[in-house]
């Protein structure tokens, strides 16, 4: 999960919750719209984790987001019952305006077949390991309670105490802090609560990286030096 | 910092998502220009590298020529078609094709529409579609998880975790999205109790008399 912070499942989370899921006859929608595309190293977040959905959302880097575009991925048993209801009702009531703009559909055409004619899953793997080492570099930051991560996506979670993980007060906005140096410095992240999400174009190269983590181990340190001034943490 | 004349230009007009708009004018937008690769140049031309590819989804960077190249061709060609009443166009067959081929399940046809929200709103009227056409009108709940982002949709909101999303959008208190429906199954230990209705807070905003005056004003006289 993204957007609500970075969330990794724990390994074989999805081979023990499926077979709840065909037990209860419940089916099993896959939002890859932040996953899809080679984000994780391999076309969908779904081969990563170990995932058999029923059916898929995708968007984002479906364009490389040069134009709104998503989609549903619909599979052969909605779509029996989605013809059996047009017998019924007459046509299938539903779409948007733009649902398939031929901008959207034509970059989404060429931003995949770029992806696989430059290896961009391939290039994803190869800079993995230079994102996993600049990530557990952070972990030694007095900032850094807990850090997050697949493929070439993570979320570094701020707090006030190491060992306890205890949270900073979350008026004290010190993620937002960090992002407001970070920017002075140079660079671009985003603050979820207290948790920085870092998501960087695929095509990002390992001098890049190091640029980018750099910069947020400067801002990180900016930070620190805030909080102890402001005495955020005896709060 | 006094703002910048594009600065206070974009305060003055522009509704800012996720963003604390009590504080805009004091934060001061960062009002972007130009990108090229893994960085973006604002209208200083301060260069930044952009380490969130936007939001989760510019991963070939900005400034792909071969790709806007692509997006050029197109809008020369055909700038606008739609798929309703059985009409077509190349582009939407291709890509419906490449992810047919791509994705690592089975799929029988592709709906397109322009985001996240609406792909996910979409899914949820499809799995109730299917549930109804198999005669299981009431099988309708849908399960999310503490955290989720799903979107901003009155639909996807109401799946998404977010106290500031759902604060604005949700429709919590109507059957589909029961607090119990939004019981966590990703990890029940951290499963936390939840209001079934908003709590009761006092109001945080009155109408200036203009602003009131302005949404009474008879519908007769379009002062425009
Ligand atoms: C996993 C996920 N689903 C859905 C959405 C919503 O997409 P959109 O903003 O295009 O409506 C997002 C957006 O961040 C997302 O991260």
Redesign the pocket.
């Known amino acids: 999960?993204?957007?609500g912070g970075v969330i990794v499942p724990p390994a074989g989370y999805f081979e023990a919750i499926q077979p709840i899921l065909a037990e209860h006859d419940i089916l099993f929608i896959d939002?890859e719209?932040?996953c899809g595309f080679g984000r994780t190293g391999n076309w969908f977040g779904a081969e990563t984790l170990g995932m058999k959905p029923d059916t898929m959302?995708v968007?984002?880097q479906m364009t490389s987001a040069y134009a709104?575009l998503?989609a549903v991925l619909v599979p052969p048993f909605y779509y029996e019952a989605l013809e059996a209801q047009s017998a019924k009702i007459g046509l299938f009531g539903h779409g948007f305006t733009y649902g398939g703009h031929p901008l959207g559909c034509a970059l989404g055409v060429k931003a995949i077949e770029i992806y696989q004619k430059r290896d961009i899953l391939g290039h994803v793997r190869s800079v993995l390991p230079k994102f996993d080492e600049r990530l557990a570099r952070l972990s030694g930051h007095p900032l850094v309670g807990e850090v997050r991560s697949k493929g070439l996506v993570a979320g570094v979670e701020l707090v006030a105490d190491l060992a306890s993980k205890r949270a900073f007060p979350p008026k004290a906005g010190v993620a937002n802090k960090c992002m407001a140096f970070l920017q002075e410095r140079g660079a671009i992240l985003r603050a979820i609560g207290d948790t920085i999400a870092i998501c960087p174009p695929m095509v990002i190269t390992e001098a890049e990286l190091d640029l980018l983590f750099d910069r947020l181990e400067q801002a990180l340190d900016d930070t620190e030096g805030w909080v102890a001034r402001e005495g955020l943490r005896s709060a | 910092m006094p703002l910048t004349n594009v600065q206070a230009r974009d305060v003055e007009a522009v509704v800012h998502p996720y963003t604390p708009l009590n504080r805009l004018r004091e934060i001061g937008p960062l009002v972007l220009e130009r990108g090229r690769g893994v960085f973006v140049y604002d209208t200083q031309g301060r260069e930044y590298i952009e380490g969130m590819a936007g939001?989760?989804c510019a991963g070939l960077g900005f400034g792909d020529e071969e790709l806007a190249e692509a997006g050029a061709e197109q809008l020369r060609k055909l700038p606008y078609y739609h798929l309703f009443g059985a009409k077509g166009m190349e582009p939407a067959i291709e890509l419906a094709e490449k992810l047919k081929e791509l994705a690592p399940i089975d799929v029988a046809r592709v709906f397109f529409c322009s985001?996240?929200?609406?792909?996910?709103d979409t899914q949820v009227k499809l799995a109730w579609y299917y549930n109804n056409a198999l005669g299981r009108p009431n099988k309708k709940k849908i399960i999310s998880r503490v955290k989720a982002?799903?979107?901003?949709?009155v639909m996807?909101a109401s799946l998404t975790d977010c106290p500031t999303t759902t604060s604005i959008s949700t429709c919590r208190s109507t059957a589909c999205c029961t607090p119990t429906a939004r019981t966590t199954i990703a990890s029940p230990s951290r499963a936390r109790p939840r209001r079934s209705s908003p709590p009761a807070s006092p109001p945080t905003f009155a109408p200036s008399s203009s602003a009131r005056g302005r949404r009474r004003s008879p519908p007769s006289s379009p002062s425009r």
């Open positions: 999960m993204g957007a939002d719209v932040i959302s968007a984002k709104p998503g | 939001l989760w985001s996240g929200s609406e792909a996910n982002y799903h979107g901003v949709t996807t």
